[in-house]
């Protein structure tokens, strides 16, 4: 079986299993063992296996596709292989650089010798569909897939993390085993909320959430990435409303996926824009519905066109689109001969494209998409969400809000990557530049443990769009992976802190040190990868090797953006404080003399189920940089899923002057390597040694320091006030219009039904009042009449024989004087 | 016929010729003589109290009746008038005269104001009636002569549904009057239910009690009292009675 | 015979002057009858004696006998008059029977009413009163 069919089989089944486990735990949950106990083995079941048909799909792809060393000229060549069909496909390159394969097995590892020059290669990738929706025309709704080198190491270290936390989840969260007393929830008579535990919805949710995200992951087309971002929205809505008795809970949940959705109205926008004007949301090319061996591009070859060697330009349908009055008029002129309209058209194309028709349409695509991406990453200005979803429990926040779902977005934008212009990519980098900065500057005067973790995963996060955004697209989801396997390491020795302390303030923390070693080893690993730590040009943990990317590829663009070397000094600013607020973290927590007591002595190591998580995912946070001998690494792994197109340089000049997105493989020659290291090292040296003077050795009181800067630390402490800042524009008008249009509904609308229903009750008592004593008193004197008139001619009726003979002889006469005046009458005329 | 002959053979012709009237029709003489009998008499019935009175007067504008009916010619009708109406039917009439004439019940005054309203209607109808009879021209005067020509036969065959006088008038020269043969044969059936039922009616009554008008007479007075005596025996006959 | 009301035309006055010579005509006949007719009526409007009664009747059926009778006749009639012939006389035939027959029946209801009320003031008969 070949890797076209193979790899979709076991990516999708790895994708359902979830799926399994959500209906089981969902139809059968509550009867899973005592109290829903088994609810955890089922799902950690439904993932495991997962994670064994992830790894299986990995090994296959490496046994077909080796990962090997990237040099800096030599790239896999593959093609694009159909699942449903077997053709050969001819991509030249620009410099005639080969590539090719057949169908039954497609090609693999050829190596071409570019020397230097980094022509337009073709990443390996299989895309396919599994179930059309909806097909008009050219447009096609389905659910498919897209598979490459990036695909299978999203599922594996996406399955891994879910697996690991399943596991911890399962003793985490062994309070919801049993009757719940839940004191941050106060009833009206004053006592707290006591309710039965919900163990099984945890991982039914937990479930549900892992199929969506597997969902995005293997998506081929954009709107089923929409569908799947909308259903990972929903699964992190209930995760962080699990205990939503809770008002702040509730809140945070709803507060999660409304801003969630205020991002998705700019994801509408793209894809509108895509859609209307390219007419498919494929990522790849598809059998076209037609006669067999023609293929309906994809967005990737409609925007880097395999005749331009793979570099990006408008595509034609959105240069068409831009000028939709020309176009209409040159098929207006040749409507009796279509084909010269559409051939005129065509010569015509390539000239309005020059005049920069259709470069504002890809562009609002491109934004429109980040948008969906800046809600779903929590990046400036939709971040408010993040942190208050701590309030769920602390795997989801592990899982959820530190590797995946919030990874969701970086992993987008990457997927997304061929079709971002530069001053697209600008605009994330700059954005991912506040976020960084913002969130760490709040991170530091935190003083809630998941809250600096938060605003962490926040930072971090920025730094992965700052990344992509100056053109590291290997560096941005290097750190992505990373990032994900120690913040979800981190989160978790949290959740075994908060677990033994029962708080999560750190400034009743410290000197845990000695009664939870394994976590405190964990949490140092953690805090270690995060800020990157390592021997300089030698070997680090897995951070080092992200951060060094990232730092390398921001020194490589403001070198040729002068104007835009900011976004590098935020970088170098980001990582200093990055390790001044890690280290802060674990100093407060772990080190130093107790500060309560009583916690210190209650506090106790957490049990295996949950340690065992922690040391596998430290072992991955300080392996997952490392690149074996023979070239296998996470590194050369992105390599091979690198879109077509984009490893060479681009610039262009449209809305922000003249942009030059340097090439990756730029940032890893000498001297900005050198550079980028060196920086990285002595802004992370230096942000852990003020850490250590402050909070280790005492040195500095944070005290003074936060009176000396007395307002900048009240304005961080409030969180740059973000939060106030959205209530007053938003949430205020919010709710004044809705009193205003409650108050219509009141005042106006309802007084005028009363009105109405008054003046009907009005009308009817009129009404009956005319009824009663007309139309009645009409009947019943009619009927009085009539009864009187009786009485007044029974009178007649005398029984006296004279008196009728009387009668008889008056009628008569009269009769007879009224007939002969008649006839008189009649016989004079 | 009658008053030719009687014109012919009066030995007082030679008187009435003395009279200043010369050419006198006799006719027209007896006419008003009966008429004129007939009338007073009918109006002497109506204003008579005496019921036994009444009856005398009502026999003799009968009688005068016939006589005018044989002026008119009709003397079979007149003969029948004498031998039925006044011979049959007003002796009869005397026959319950005499049998209900008590001493109360002789003479019965009506009121005045009866009496006034009576006379206003009996002369509107009159008034009406005289109008109505001399509105025709052609009732005036007659165009032939009397002439003696005996109608029993006639009438008789008619009776028997041969009609042998002149055909209708303006009809087709064969249509003739219908018969009266159904008629007669009802009208003689008519009479023997009558005389049936008369004599049911008038039948004699077994009583167990005595009569109420042997109870009354015993306390004759006034009208009135014996109106109410009448009524408690009539109420004490209907319930005690039985026939 | 004073009966010259206030509707009799003026032709009345010559009619009866020249009666003694003029023959008779059917309008005399029918003044009679009316007289007869009237005189019933009012007998039967009157009288408060049940005989008196039926002696009224009997002068109505006279009074119309009369009229029967007159038109009947021949000899009355004037020029172009159509003529009841022999159908008047048996009209008037028949009445007189049925008059006979009228008289028992209406007698014996009598006769009864006096057995039972022991009076024949017909003023008593109104047990039908409304």
Redesign the interface.
């Known amino acids: 079986m070949d890797l076209a069919s193979q790899l979709p089989m076991l990516l999708g089944l790895a994708w359902l299993a979830p799926l399994v486990s959500f209906v089981a735990i969902l139809f059968f949950g509550p009867r899973m063992g005592h109290h829903g106990k088994n609810a955890a083995w089922v799902a950690t079941a439904a993932i495991v296996t997962s994670l064994g048909l992830s790894l299986a799909a990995f090994g296959t792809w490496l046994t077909v596709h080796p990962v090997t060393a990237v040099s800096h000229d030599s790239h896999g060549a593959a093609v694009v292989g159909h699942a449903a069909e077997s053709h050969d496909a001819h991509e030249p390159g620009a410099d005639g650089h080969e590539s090719h394969g057949t169908g039954a097995d497609a090609g693999h590892g050829d190596h071409a010798d570019h020397g230097g020059q980094h022509a337009a290669v073709v990443p390996v990738a299989y895309s396919g569909d599994w179930y059309t929706l909806y097909q008009g025309g050219s447009l096609r709704l389905s659910i498919g897939w897209y598979i490459d080198a990036l695909t299978v190491m999203m599922f594996v270290v996406v399955t891994f993390i879910a697996t690991c936390i399943h596991v911890y989840a399962s003793g985490y969260m062994h309070d919801e085993l049993h009757d719940v007393t839940d004191h941050e929830v106060h009833l009206s008579d004053g006592g707290h909320l006591h309710r039965p535990g919900r163990f099984p919805r945890f991982f039914q949710a937990l479930s549900l959430f892992c199929f969506s995200m597997l969902g995005i992951l293997i998506a081929g087309n954009l709107a089923m990435v929409f569908i799947f971002w909308e259903l990972v929205g929903i699964c992190s809505w209930f995760l962080i409303g699990f205990y939503f008795e809770r008002k702040s809970a509730s809140t945070a949940a709803n507060k999660a996926f409304i801003v969630n959705r205020v991002g998705d109205f700019g994801m509408l926008i793209g894809l509108m824009a895509l859609w209307g004007a390219l007419g498919t949301l494929h990522f790849a090319d598809s059998p076209a519905a037609g006669p067999a061996g023609q293929t309906s591009p994809g967005l990737f070859s409609l925007v880097r066109p395999a005749e331009s060697g793979h570099a990006l330009q408008v595509p034609d349908g959105m240069v068409k689109f831009a000028n939709a009055s020309e176009v209409s008029r040159i098929a207006v002129e040749n409507a009796s001969r279509p084909g010269d309209g559409a051939n005129e058209i065509a010569s015509r194309i390539r000239d309005w494209r020059s005049q920069g028709y259709g470069r504002w349409l890809l562009f609002i695509a491109g934004v429109g998409i980040f948008c969906g991406c800046v809600g779903k990453s929590a990046q400036f200005p939709l971040f408010v969400w993040l942190p208050d979803a701590m309030e769920g429990p602390t795997p989801v926040s592990a899982l959820v809000h530190s590797a995946t779902m919030v990874a969701a977005g970086v992993y987008l934008v990457g997927r997304f990557y061929p079709v971002l212009t530069p001053d697209v990519l600008l605009v994330i980098a700059v954005i991912g530049g506040i976020t960084l900065f913002i969130a760490a500057t709040i991170a530091l005067v935190a003083n809630d443990i998941k809250r600096v973790l938060a605003y962490s995963t926040v930072s971090q996060l920025g730094y992965m769009m700052l990344a992509l955004g100056v053109g590291g697209w290997s560096a941005g989801l290097f750190h992505l992976v990373t990032h994900a396997f120690f913040k979800s390491l981190l989160f978790l020795c949290s959740g075994s802190v908060i677990h033994a302390c029962h708080t999560n303030d750190m400034r009743k923390m410290g000197g845990l040190a000695r009664v939870m070693p394994w976590t405190a080893g964990t949490m140092l690993v953690g805090c270690l990868a995060i800020i990157g730590a390592g021997i300089p040009f030698v070997i680090g943990l897995s951070g080092y090797y992200s951060k060094d990317a990232i730092l390398a590829q921001a020194l490589s663009y403001s070198q040729v953006n002068p104007s835009w070397s900011i976004l590098f000094y935020a970088v170098a600013g980001g990582a200093f404080l990055t390790a001044f607020y890690m280290f802060r973290l674990w100093f407060m927590t772990f080190a130093g003399t107790p500060r309560d007591h009583h916690i210190a002595d209650h506090a106790h190591e957490s049990p295996n189920v949950m340690v065992v998580p922690l040391v596998a995912l430290s072992v991955l946070a300080i392996v997952a940089g490392w690149t074996l001998p023979g070239g296998f690494g996470l590194a050369n792994l992105l390599e091979q899923a690198r879109p077509a197109g984009t490893a060479a340089t681009m610039s262009d000049s449209f809305l922000f002057g003249n942009l030059t997105v340097p090439a990756e493989h730029l940032s890893h020659e000498g001297a900005i390597h050198v550079t980028a290291t060196l920086t990285a090292f002595t802004t992370a040296a230096a942000g852990v040694l003020l850490a250590a003077m402050m909070y280790l050795w005492r040195i500095i009181s944070p005290e003074m320091v936060a009176s000396v800067f007395r307002p900048i630390y009240s304005f961080l402490a409030n969180r740059w006030y973000f939060d106030e800042l959205y209530n007053a524009i938003f949430v205020r008008p919010v709710f004044a219009v809705a009193s205003l249009a409650s108050g219509t509904d009141r005042g106006v609308i309802d007084r005028l039904i009363d009105g109405i229903a008054w003046s009907a009750r009005q009308l009817a008592g009129f009404d009956a009042w005319i009824d009663r004593n007309l139309v009645d008193g009409l009947v019943n004197a009619t009927a009085t009449a009539t009864w009187n008139a009786g009485l007044e001619l029974k009178k007649l009726q005398t029984g006296r024989l004279?008196q009728y003979v009387?009668f008889i002889?008056?009628g008569?006469?009269a009769l007879?004087?009224l007939a002969?005046m008649l006839f008189r009458a009649a016989l004079a005329s | 016929m009658i008053a030719s002959l009687l014109a012919s053979a009066v030995p007082m012709s030679g008187l009435l010729a003395a009279l200043p009237?010369a050419?006198?029709?006799w006719?027209?003489?007896l006419?008003?003589l009966f008429?004129?009998v007939?009338?007073a008499c009918?109006?002497a019935?109506?204003l008579a109290d005496n019921?036994v009175r009444?009856?005398f007067y009502?026999v003799l504008?009968?009688a005068a009746?016939a006589g005018?009916?044989f002026?008119?010619?009709?003397e079979?009708?007149g003969a029948?008038?004498l031998m039925?109406?006044v011979g049959?039917?007003?002796v009869?009439?005397v026959?319950?005269?005499m049998?209900?004439a008590q001493a109360?019940?002789v003479a019965?005054?009506?009121s005045t104001g009866?009496?006034v309203?009576?006379?206003m209607?009996?002369?509107?109808?009159?008034?009406?009636?005289?109008?109505?009879?001399?509105r025709?021209?052609?009732?005036?005067?007659?165009?032939?002569?009397?002439?003696a020509a005996p109608?029993a036969t006639?009438?008789g065959m008619?009776?028997l549904g041969v009609?042998v006088?002149?055909p209708v008038?303006g009809a087709p020269p064969a249509a003739v009057?219908s018969g009266?043969l159904l008629?007669f044969e009802i009208?003689s059936v008519?009479?023997l239910v009558?005389?049936v039922?008369?004599a049911y009616?008038?039948r004699a009554?077994r009583r167990r009690t005595p009569?109420?008008?042997d109870?009354?007479?015993s306390s004759v007075g006034p009208?009135v009292t014996?109106?109410e005596?009448?009524?408690s025996?009539?109420s004490a006959?209907v319930s005690g009675g039985q026939r | 015979?004073n009966?010259l009301?206030?509707?009799?035309?003026s032709?009345?006055i010559p009619?009866f002057a020249g009666?003694?010579?003029?023959?008779?005509?059917?309008?005399?006949?029918?003044?009679?009858?009316?007289?007869?007719?009237?005189?019933?009526?009012?007998?039967m409007?009157?009288?408060?004696?049940?005989?008196?009664v039926?002696?009224?009747i009997?002068?109505v059926l006279?009074g119309a006998?009369?009229n029967f009778?007159?038109f009947?006749?021949?000899?009355?009639?004037?020029?172009?008059?159509?003529?009841l012939?022999?159908?008047?006389?048996?009209i008037?035939?028949?009445v007189?029977?049925?008059?006979?027959?009228?008289?028992?029946?209406a007698?014996?209801?009598?006769?009864?009413f006096?057995?039972?009320?022991?009076?024949?003031?017909i003023d008593?008969a109104d047990d039908l009163k409304g």
């Open positions: 004279r009387m002889v008056i008569t006469v007879f004087v002969s | 009237v050419a006198v029709n006719h027209s003489v006419f008003l008429a004129a007939a009338c009918a109006v019935v109506v019921v009444m009856a009502l504008s009968l009746t005018l009916f002026l008119a010619g009709a079979f009708v029948m008038q039925i109406y049959g039917t007003l009869l009439l026959f319950g005269v049998l209900t109360p019940f019965i005054k009506t009866d009496r309203l009576a006379g209607v009996g002369a509107a109808l009159l008034a009406v009636l005289l109008q109505a009879a001399f025709v021209e052609p009732w005036r005067r007659p165009a032939m002569a009397a002439v109608a006639p009438i008619a009776l009609r006088d002149e008038s009057r009266y008629p009208v008519h009479l009558v005389l039922g008369a009616l008038a009554k009569r109420a008008i109870v009354a007479a009208v014996a109106r005596a009448a009524r025996s009539a006959l | 015979m009966l009301s206030a509707g009799l035309p032709t009345a009619l009666l003694l010579d003029a023959p008779v005509g059917v309008a005399h006949y029918l003044v009679v009858g009316a007289i007869l007719f009237t005189s019933g009526v009012v007998c409007a009157l009288k408060r004696n049940a005989l008196g039926l002696m009224g009997e002068l006279n006998n009369v009778v007159a009947s006749s021949p000899y009355l009639r004037g020029e172009g008059a159509a003529s012939g022999l159908d008047g006389q048996l008037a035939l028949f007189i029977l049925l008059a006979a027959a009228e008289a028992a029946v007698l014996a209801i009598t006769l009864n006096y057995n039972n009320h022991a009076t024949v003031d008593q």
